[in-house]
């Protein structure tokens, strides 16, 4: 069971939009913890997509934005392609476990 | 080019140790708080560890607590992990990552290395 929960798959449509949700507590995304996202294409290594909530790497397409409200967090792409189908994760800090804290992954398959 | 890269993985017995090192390249080592993450076979990530940048300061998840140990050696620009009372829950890849700040605070993890897989198995 991962502190943040993340749906376990998602699904859309060339072109289309999709939403990936993250929700956490109170001593985490609730307490002003920076949220970052993370794409994992099959068989690499993670790669950082959305940094501090909101921010984009550079190289990160504009078609990926992050927001932040409350305990949750999201991350949306746009103009969705099928070299995006991969696993998505969310990262923030806890502060009663005293450490970093990763939601459970959300594998975006493109129809 | 900013680079990071694990080695000392393999299979290993339930209950025996291994040493995880991590070699890093093109950024300034001893400015940056470093961690260890893992990931099971088909599962998702696991934050193992991390240290801040003068080694003052360490972090550990509770399921590896008292059995691993992280360390750095600044001047080699080198991240370790030593694992010891291995299980079979502890099989994975482990990847190294810089955090965006000097200590241990919920930055980001840019960039990761290529992992190293772990093992154990009788």
């Known amino acids: 069971q991962s502190v943040l929960t993340q749906p376990p798959s998602v699904s859309g449509a060339p072109g289309q939009r999709v939403t990936i949700s993250c929700t956490g507590s109170?001593?985490?995304?609730?307490?002003?913890?920076?949220v970052h996202w993370y794409q994992q294409l099959p068989g690499t290594a993670p790669k950082l997509l959305i940094h501090?909530?909101?921010d984009r790497p550079s190289g990160v397409p504009e078609r990926f934005s992050g927001s932040k409200s409350g305990t949750s967090a999201s991350l949306a792409i746009t103009g969705l392609q099928a070299d995006d189908e991969a696993d998505y994760y969310c990262?923030?800090?806890?502060?009663?476990?005293?450490?970093?804290?990763f939601g459970g992954g959300t594998k975006l398959t493109v129809l | 080019e900013v680079q990071l890269v694990e080695s000392g993985g393999g299979l290993v017995q339930p209950g025996r140790s291994l040493r995880l090192s991590c070699a890093a390249s093109?950024?300034?080592?001893?400015?940056?708080?470093m961690h260890w993450v893992r990931q099971a076979p088909g599962k998702g990530l696991e934050w193992v560890s991390g240290?801040?940048?003068?080694?003052?300061?360490?972090a550990y998840a509770d399921s590896v607590k008292g059995r691993f140990t992280i360390s750095r050696d600044n001047a080699e620009s080198s991240l370790y992990l030593q694992m010891n009372r291995l299980r079979s829950e502890d099989t994975g890849f482990y990847y190294c990552?810089?955090?965006?700040?000097?200590?241990?605070?919920?930055?980001?993890?840019?960039?990761w290395g290529q992992g190293t897989l772990v093992t154990v198995s009788s």
């Open positions: 990552v810089k955090e965006k700040w000097m200590v241990v605070a919920g930055g980001w993890f840019d960039p």
């Open positions: 093109g950024f300034t080592f001893h400015e940056h708080a």
């Open positions: 240290i801040n940048w003068d080694s003052g300061s360490t």
């Open positions: 109170s001593s985490n995304i609730g307490a002003g913890y920076d």
């Open positions: 501090a909530d909101k």
């Open positions: 990262q923030s800090y806890d502060t009663s476990l005293s450490g970093v804290v």
